[in-house]
């Protein structure tokens, strides 16, 4: 499993996962998990996702994403999940 | 399974409080290099830097992008180049060769330092030490990448008073070279006490005979992301501050270990250590002496700053060792004077003063480090700035170093602008007292009776 973590950081507005989840779904990367928080005013979204089935490379998924949330008014990320398990699991 | 507020925490760490990974280092020996003919051997060191550091840039970007960690700086360090050159140079200049081949490798590689153009002398000079030595001034001012430092003392060996003083001659001959600069020269050369075989930090990285054919060494950072933790618990306890500290340079130094590792791999070379550093950079919210403040100091320099630095000092050291498997180089907190804001406004504002500096060194990780100073200081002067420092390390069996730019044409009150991460600097009142006398006798300092442990 190739295990990766995806937040949507921005203003909330319609669509918002409909338009993330549909860019995974044609790319084969399966949500694992989502969650969401409101901090600040602002939209916090967490996707944990497998991208052992996609095709495509991790650097070109990415750009991808910040790509996508460029057009929607969000700041998309997707870093490998081992930073925040590191930093945070003994 | 992580959860959506570490995974908030860590992203605001590195997007709000400036955590990054200060530096990759790569260690390459140049020992199999050595040869008589100067040409050859210049060859053999451009073809091993270019081909062994070949992805080192490549790779830290791409780890860079994966994990969303900035990487900001790529270096490499190489052997002692006395070492290297002692069969091939009989001259200065035949060094200064060596030196310029460092830097065309490091700008072929992307780089933005290489580190080694060093001599370790800690108890005498060879003549190559020397001839090295006597090269800086030029080879510091006819390259763009190259760092230089001095071994001068260790706890086991003494002072050698001699090199101390013709580094003081050396230092102040490098402001001259680069004096249409601000002295930046001097920006990139530094002499040291018990100096590590393993550290990844510019100036000083070199990579000593008692390492592998190559290694990867990593710098962490983070003082911002200290000074955030303590303010969330403003006022509290000595407790909860030590608890604090220790567990923000765990998560700190637990994300160098990923790297480091991620970089090890990656490039085929093996790990070496982590530097457990928090090291400012010129960034508002990077600062060593905004921490001291959180802490409840006026300004960095007042009354309890030595305390306040031992401790913080110490807890990164206790909170980053359980987070790498092994830790080594200069590990601790960074005191910089060009590169920290908040040092840059305490003495402006008139709260640090050299001698208070240089009683903070006896419990940082290095020592007196970007301290500008007048361009009048007198060599000799410098040299005992130089001998205090090496003495302070000697007596405490710690690294201690000294990175000191007589600004040439400069003088107190006056401000020097170095750029990019070395910074600012306003320069800092000298003690006007001479010390020839003492600096001029020949020879040795012993090592201390309590280096005697066989």
Redesign the interface.
């Known amino acids: 499993m190739k295990k990766t973590?995806i937040?949507v950081v921005g203003k909330d507005s319609v669509g918002i996962i409909a338009k993330v989840c549909t860019y995974l779904a044609e790319n084969k990367v399966n949500v694992l998990?989502i969650?969401?928080?409101i901090?600040g005013g602002f939209f916090?979204m967490?996707m944990?996702a497998d991208l052992s089935e996609s095709r495509k490379e991790?650097?070109d998924i990415?750009d991808d994403l910040t790509e996508l949330g460029e057009s929607i008014g969000c700041v998309i990320?997707?870093?490998?999940?081992?930073?925040?398990?590191?930093?945070?699991?003994l | 399974m992580v959860n959506i507020h570490e995974v908030l925490e860590t992203n605001e760490m590195i997007e709000k409080e400036n955590l990054d990974v200060r530096t990759i280092t790569l260690g390459i020996s140049l020992l199999d290099c050595a040869d008589n003919n100067l040409d050859r051997l210049n060859e053999k060191i451009y073809e091993k830097i270019t081909t062994k550091a070949a992805k080192l840039v490549e790779t830290g970007k791409d780890i860079e992008k994966e994990f969303g960690i900035p990487i900001v700086n790529k270096r490499i360090s190489v052997t002692p180049v006395s070492l290297v050159g002692a069969s091939a140079c009989k001259t200065s200049d035949d060094f200064v060769t060596i030196a310029k081949t460092l830097d065309e490798a490091a700008k072929k590689v992307g780089v933005n330092f290489i580190g080694g153009y060093s001599a370790l002398v800690s108890k005498g000079m060879t003549k190559a030490d020397e001839n090295l030595i006597r090269s800086i001034p030029k080879a510091l001012s006819e390259t763009e990448m190259v760092c230089s430092s001095v071994n001068l003392g260790s706890t086991k060996t003494g002072l050698d008073m001699d090199a101390i003083r013709l580094m003081g001659e050396v230092v102040h001959e490098t402001a001259e070279f680069t004096k249409d600069r601000d002295s930046i020269g001097c920006a990139k050369l530094v002499v040291f006490c018990n100096a590590p075989d393993d550290n990844p930090f510019m100036a000083g990285a070199f990579h000593g005979v008692t390492e592998a054919d190559a290694i990867i060494n990593v710098g962490v950072s983070g003082p911002g992301v200290v000074k955030r933790a303590l303010e969330k618990i403003h006022g509290e306890d000595f407790e909860v501050l030590c608890e604090t500290i220790k567990k923000t340079a765990f998560k700190i130094t637990r994300v160098g270990q990923l790297v480091a590792k991620e970089a090890s791999e990656r490039l085929g070379i093996p790990f070496g250590i982590i530097d457990l550093s928090l090291a400012p950079t010129p960034a508002v919210g990077d600062s060593i002496a905004d921490i001291f403040e959180e802490m409840g100091l006026e300004r960095a320099g007042a009354p309890g700053t030595t305390a306040a630095l031992a401790l913080l000092n110490d807890q990164v050291k206790k909170g980053g060792v359980m987070a790498s498997s092994y830790v080594g180089g200069l590990s601790g907190a960074f005191i910089p004077v060009s590169e920290d804001q908040g040092m840059i406004r305490a003495v402006n504002d008139g709260a640090l003063t050299l001698e208070k500096l240089e009683a903070m060194t006896c419990v940082c990780s290095v020592g007196l480090d970007m301290v500008a100073v007048p361009g009048d200081t007198k060599p000799s002067t410098i040299a005992g700035i130089i001998a205090d420092e090496m003495a302070i390390g000697m007596v405490n069996q710690k690294t201690t170093a000294v990175r000191i730019i007589p600004v040439i044409g400069k003088s107190v009150g006056d401000t020097v602008e170095f750029g990019g991460l070395l910074g600012y600097a306003p320069v800092m009142n000298v003690n006007k007292f001479g010390c020839e006398g003492f600096i001029n006798r020949k020879g040795r300092i012993p090592a201390p009776i309590h280096s005697f442990k066989n």
Do not use: G, L, Y
């Not at chain 1, 990320?77 to 699991?89: D, L, N, P, S, V």
């Open positions: 973590i937040t998990d969650s969401q928080t901090t916090n967490m944990i991790f650097m990415s990320k997707m870093q490998r999940e081992e930073i925040f398990a590191k930093m945070h699991r």
